[in-house]
T-cell receptor, first 114, second 111 residues
Framework: GAGVSQSPSNKVTEKGKDVELRCDPI?????LYWYRQSLGQGLEFLIY????????KSGLPSDRFSAERTGGSVSTLTIQRTQQEDSAVYLC????????????FGPGTRLLVL | SQKIEQNSEALNIQEGKTATLTCNYT??????LQWYRQDPGRGPVFLLL?????KEKRKERLKVTFDTTLKQSLFHITASQPADSATYLC??????????FGGGTRLMVKP
């Protein structure tokens, strides 16, 4: 079956612009995670959605970052007024209710803020 | 504060040898620990999970150990192959099904 997909694969934007990154999780997966990975670094947790529960936003680095998940499926991560330090790879992962501990990752969106 | 350490220097080994990667952590008591593989330009791929009450877990050429007293996990690849070259990430559970990741260790297997 199809894995987690993310779009766009690459995004170049100017400082101060807003960007939207999209994640399509594996069909039927109830949990969805967003991470950020800077060059040569580990993954930094951003936000977690589980079913219809309120999301865990504890990892969002500032109020310029927000995310939503519509219909319990597709998620959009929005970064407002982008800064150069927002440049990173943004990874999305999903997991199923039956296998909650295993996260399946998408290929990521490479964001470059000029 | 909570901290996960993986050797940031690349590990270079000869094909056929056993690769051993280390993950150390402080100020955690994870219910489980996972190892992921990440290739350049790709997202991480799940390899193995080991729980706090397990000492060792094997899958084909992979072996993971988990010492909750030392707060350390070792990840072994036996009979290594050039195709095993990648970055390997250690991840610890916290707050339910959330994961926190180490910085990863890059493995290079030379033919």
């Amino acid at each position: 079956g199809a894995g987690v997909s993310q779009s766009p694969s690459n995004k170049v934007t100017e400082k101060g612009k807003d960007v939207e990154l999209r994640c399509d999780p594996i069909s039927g997966h109830t949990a969805l995670y967003w991470y950020r990975q800077s060059l040569g670094q580990g993954l930094e947790f951003l936000i977690y959605f589980q079913g219809n529960s309120a999301p865990d936003k504890s990892g969002l680095p500032s109020d310029r970052f927000s995310a939503e998940r519509t219909g319990g499926s597709v998620s959009t991560l929005t970064i407002q007024r982008t800064q150069q330090e927002d440049s990173a790879v943004y990874l999305c992962a999903s997991s199923s209710r039956q296998e909650q501990e295993t996260q399946y990752f998408g290929p990521g969106t490479r964001l470059l803020v000029l | 504060s909570q901290k996960i350490e993986q050797n940031s220097e690349a590990l270079n080994i000869q094909e056929g040898k056993t690769a051993t990667l280390t993950c150390n952590y402080t100020n955690y008591s994870p219910a489980y620990l996972q190892w992921y593989r990440q290739d350049p330009g790709r997202g991480p791929v799940f390899l193995l999970l080991i729980r706090e009450n397990e000492k060792e877990k094997r899958k084909e050429r992979l072996k993971v150990t988990f010492d909750t007293t030392l707060k350390q996990s070792l990840f072994h690849i036996t009979a290594s192959q050039p195709a095993d070259s990648a970055t390997y990430l250690c991840a610890l559970e916290f707050a339910g099904n959330m994961l926190t990741f180490g910085g990863g260790t890059r493995l290079m297997v030379k033919p």
